[in-house]
Structure formats: C-alpha cells, structure tokens
Nanobody
Framework: QVQLVESGGGLVQAGGSLRLSCAAS????????MGWFRQAPGQEREFVAANRWSGAMTYYADSVEGRFTISRDNAKNTVYLQMNSLKPEDTAVYYC????????????????WGQGTQVTVSS
C-alpha cells in the first residue's frame, strides 16, 4: 500500500512559479512510476508529467514542456513538480499518482492517488 500526500499549491500571478511536493509512504518508492495529473473545473483529468526508473526517464504533456520539471528524491520518498512561467490555464487541482502503468499518460493505469492540491493562476 502506498499513501500520497501533495502540498505546495496556492495562488500565484501569471508568470510566477510554484513547486508541488508529493510525499509517499512505502519502502519501494524508487521502483514506482510517479506521475502528476491535473483537473480543472468542468474538464477531464489530464496528464501533466511523469518519471520512471528512479528519475532516469521523464515525460511531459506538450502544454507544460519547457515550463514544468518533474523530479524525485528517493531518499525522501518525495516527487516534485516545479512549475515556472505559470499561465491562467494551468489553474487546476493537481494530483500525484503512483504505480506501474502500461501508459504513463493514462491516469487509469496508476494504482495510488493523492488527495490533490489546488493551483490557481491569476491573470
């Protein structure tokens, strides 16, 4: 069993930055694929970023490529999402996920989810 707890969300002006954290329980954290997803009001959940193999491979949605960076600290059982150059369209609840997905972009493939943290970007 893995428990995930996100933190770091908040209100920021467009162009600003935030860093989200996701603290995970469990001894085999380093073996999991860790992903970030987001869901805006009235929209479906969408993939943001993921990394696997202890951070050696990373994946990003086109909409955040070059602005967001996913990283992990296996010693702290924590994955991060550094978000720079934020835009109002980045406003959403951000969720951390863990698992061994067949596809890193498919949320249904992940086994564990956090409770989410709100990110609001004002224009």
């Amino acid at each position: 069993q893995v428990q995930l707890v996100e933190s770091g969300g908040g209100l920021v002006q467009a162009g600003g930055s935030l860093r989200l954290s996701c603290a995970a329980s469990g001894r085999t954290f380093s073996s999991y694929v860790m992903g970030w997803f987001r869901q805006a009001p009235g929209q479906e959940r969408e993939f943001v970023a993921a990394n696997r193999w202890s951070g050696a491979m990373t994946y990003y949605a086109d909409s955040v490529e070059g602005r967001f960076t996913i990283s992990r600290d296996n010693a702290k059982n924590t994955v991060y999402l550094q978000m720079n150059s934020l835009k109002p369209e980045d406003t959403a609840v951000y969720y951390c996920a863990a698992g061994f997905p067949n596809s890193v972009v498919a949320g249904r493939s992940y086994d564990y989810w956090g409770q989410g943290t709100q990110v609001t970007v004002s224009s």
